[in-house]
Structures are given as C-alpha cells and as structure tokens.
C-alpha cells in the first residue's frame, strides 16, 4: 500500500508511523485500542466510494467512523481500513422549508448551533460531541425526543454509499425499504455521506439540574414517576439518576462530591413553565439546584462527557417501574465504580416517542421507561468490577423489562439482543434489505444485522 492506493481519492490517507495517525485511530471509549492498517480521511462522497471499493477489493475490515463516539468502539478496526468522515460536517440549513443537510461527519454541536440562529431544532443526543449520522440512523433518544420524537423520526432523506461503492438516495419515494430500515437499522447498509433532517421551531428551552442527599433516592424517585404515569406534558423531558454530586457552586458543599439523587429537566418553553410542570418534584426542596432558560444548544452542551475515559453501558426498556423496582435500583447505585464519572438513570419515554412506534423497525418505542447505566472510569484494573456493575444494573430490573432495547444504548451484548432491538418480524424483514444492499456483510462492524 506504499504511495497513494486507492483511485479516485483525493482526501488524506493515514498508515501506521505516519503523523497523526494515533490521533486518528483513539475514540472515545478508551477501551477500545486499535491499530488500523489505514485510515481514509474523506472529504466528499466520492473520497467514501473510492475508499469502500478499495477495501472491498483488497478484503480490508471496514470501519467506518462519524465521531466515533460508539461505546463498543466500531469506528475503529485492527489491520483493516477505517473510513473517516470528520471532514465531511458541513451544515446547509433552509429556513423557510424547515430542513438542514448534513454531513456524514457532522456533530450535534454542529447542527444544533446552526439551527438554533433560526429558532429551530430537531432532537439530538443528550451530548453535543456524538455524531449526527450515527446517533440518527440508529434510532436517536434525546433531550427533546418526548416533544419531537426521535431524530430518526425527522429524517427526510439519506444519501448512502453501498457495498459496491455505489451512491443511492433512500427517502419516502426512491428505495423505501431502505428508507424505512435506516429509521433504526443503523450503519449496516451503507456510509451515509448526507442526511437531511425536518427542523421544529423551538422558540425557549430550560435546563434545571436538581439534586438531593442519595437517602432520599427511594422518595424522588417515585415522586418523578408519578409525575410522568399521572400525564406530564411532552415538552417535558429528562431523567432521574444516581451519582456524585457535582462541585458546583450550586450544589452545598458538604453534598459536593458525595453520592447523590439528582433529576435533570428540559423544557421546551420557559423557567416558570418548567417550575409549573416539575413541581411535585420541586415541592422535595432538592439541596442543589440549578434553574435556567437557555439556548438550546448550550442545554445540548452542558452535559458534555470528555473522551478518554473507559466506557461501557447498557440498557433496560421497563413495561413498568413499581415500588420494588425503585427501591432495587437504588440498592445497586452502592456499588457504582468511580461515582465522579459513572451514573445509573431512568428516562421517562411516552408522548412522541410512543406516537411513532409501528412506523419504524423500533418496537421498544411503547415502553414508558428506559433504565440506563453508563460505567466510566480511568483505570484499568477496575474494568472487571465497572462492566459487572453496568450488567448488574440492568439484569436488577429485567423482571421488568419488555425485553426490547434500543440499540445505542448498548455496547456489544451478542447477535440475541441486536434481535431483541428489533424484534423478529423487523429483524427478518431488515435482514431482507442487508441482502440486497450488502450481501457480503461489508459493513459489519455495528450492531450486526446479517444478511438473509
């Protein structure tokens, strides 16, 4: 592969020793620590097309990479090809029709400070540093996802390079059944180089971040479930979690650090909104808290999680979340590694997210509730005791579970549980669409949907 190897390619090309190339390989989950034997740094569609038949022809693993914030770290292959598309985050908006293109290397952070110049937004992930594409093309949960529904609910049309380094567009009148499998089925049938998005006017957003001493866990946790079962609006959104207190200066001192209950609230509307809907919480006098009417991109931002830590998560989707779930839920936060890092939560689903559910090939839409544990520290010693504690959290509240889960939640948990984000009838049919689009399983590294 000495020289330039692959034709027609006109981006930068990254081998081992070259400068920039450690760079280029490290994700985001620091356990994931892998040694491309190149990496494609693309610059248009036709740099991807190049770089899939390259590596079709030499029979390269392909990865392919967004922003590489995957936990199961599949942005990145040992001796195979990586496609990278971080070059390729160009954001083209159109107000006046309500939709934005975006590159297959675009970040929330890049979109959503792009949209909110016009007062609009679509929902994103609860990061801003997590990619566009891959966040969307697998469903997409976040801040606003009870108002808007998920982002791949918005989804207009996709500009997909295939197995055979072919260009298609998938949308509602050209390749609908790809359309329909890339609301969920992720990267399995080709590297989306384009998305286009439907926009929503958001006029105000709040934040609120409230926190409490972790013995009063059992009492905010089922004040904020009844909250959400006794109808809350749709505009408001967020989650009930266990973890460290930050050191802020909204949050006491003597709480600062210490294992803590918190709710974090999002609004689509105003503070005095946000106050009215949220207080049966309220009404617990949280320690600390923090209360804001912000743009939303800086709420997209504010719970930013940096690189370089250890990673791994999983999830549960509850039918429902009784007194005795709450309560072993709360038992298991006691044995939570690195508790400045890592967190157990539950998001409150329903509303928009519920609307869509026999659309798309996503059928845990219906559950009210998603348990959620991320494990992250930094030493490696502690990924035994990390990765058992993230299962363990889960398995608690399986009893409970519609057996369903939604699939970015989670790292690599085997082929029966990639079946258990669709469900068998979706799976089938999706594995359909893989034969035709990728018969060879090209694209393999995700969460795998094999070919018929």
């Not at 400068?19 to 892998?34: E, Q």
């Not at 089922?222 to 079962?229: I, K, V």
């Not at 804001?292 to 791994?312: H, I, K, M």
Request: glycine share 12%.
């Amino acid at each position: 592969m000495a020289g330039r190897p692959v034709e027609g390619f006109g981006g930068v090309l990254l081998r081992p020793g070259d400068s920039g190339y450690d760079g280029a390989r490290a994700v985001f989950n620091a356990m994931i620590d892998k040694r491309p034997a190149l990496i494609a740094q693309c610059e248009s569609a036709a740099d991807v097309a190049a770089a899939v038949r390259f590596g079709v022809r030499q029979g390269l693993e392909i990865a392919v990479r967004g922003a590489g914030h995957s936990v199961a770290g599949t942005g990145v292959t040992d001796g195979g090809l990586v496609i990278d598309l971080r070059k390729m985050r160009n954001v083209q908006l159109d107000p006046d029709a309500r939709i934005a293109r975006v590159g297959g290397g675009a970040t929330w952070a890049d979109l959503d400070r792009a949209a909110w110049s016009y007062s609009m937004a679509t929902t994103g992930g609860r990061v801003s540093s997590t990619g566009v594409a891959g966040l969307t093309l697998g469903g997409g949960s976040g801040w606003l996802e009870r108002k808007f529904g998920l982002a791949c609910d918005s989804l207009v049309s996709v500009e997909l390079i295939t197995a055979d380094g072919e260009l298609v567009i998938a949308d509602e009148t050209k390749n609908r059944e790809l359309f329909w499998a890339l609301h969920g089925g992720g990267g399995n049938f080709g590297v989306a180089t384009a998305l286009t998005l439907r926009l929503h006017p958001l006029p105000g957003m709040t934040l609120a971040r409230l926190f409490w001493p972790a013995d009063a866990g059992p009492t905010v946790m089922r004040a904020y479930r009844d909250l959400f079962e006794q109808g809350a609006p749709d505009e408001l959104g967020g989650s009930v979690f266990y973890a460290a207190a930050p050191r802020r200066d909204f949050v006491p001192p003597a709480l600062q650090g210490k294992a803590a209950v918190g709710v974090t609230a999002t609004f689509t509307g105003s503070g005095a909104e946000l106050r009215t809907a949220l207080a049966p919480v309220l009404e617990l006098a949280p320690d600390g808290m923090m209360l804001a009417e912000l743009p939303y991109a800086e709420v997209q931002s504010a719970l930013d999680d940096p690189p370089g830590f250890r990673n791994y998560w999983s999830a549960e989707h509850l039918a429902s979340w009784p007194d005795e779930a709450v309560d072993l839920f709360g038992a298991r936060a006691a044995d939570m590694p690195s508790p400045m890092t890592s967190q157990q939560l539950v998001c409150p689903w329903g509303g928009a997210v519920a609307r869509y559910a026999d659309k798309w090939p996503l059928p845990h839409r219906s559950a009210p509730w998603v348990v959620q544990s991320y494990g992250v520290w930094s030493d490696p010693a502690d990924d035994a005791d990390g990765i058992a504690w993230a299962k363990n959290v889960c398995a608690d509240l399986a009893p409970y579970s519609t057996g369903a889960v939604y699939l970015n939640f989670i790292g690599d948990e085997g082929h029966d549980r990639v079946v258990a984000g669709f469900g068998k009838d979706n799976y089938d049919r999706l594995a359909r669409v893989k034969t035709e689009f990728d018969p060879d399983n090209v694209f393999r590294l995700n969460q795998n949907i094999r070919p018929g």
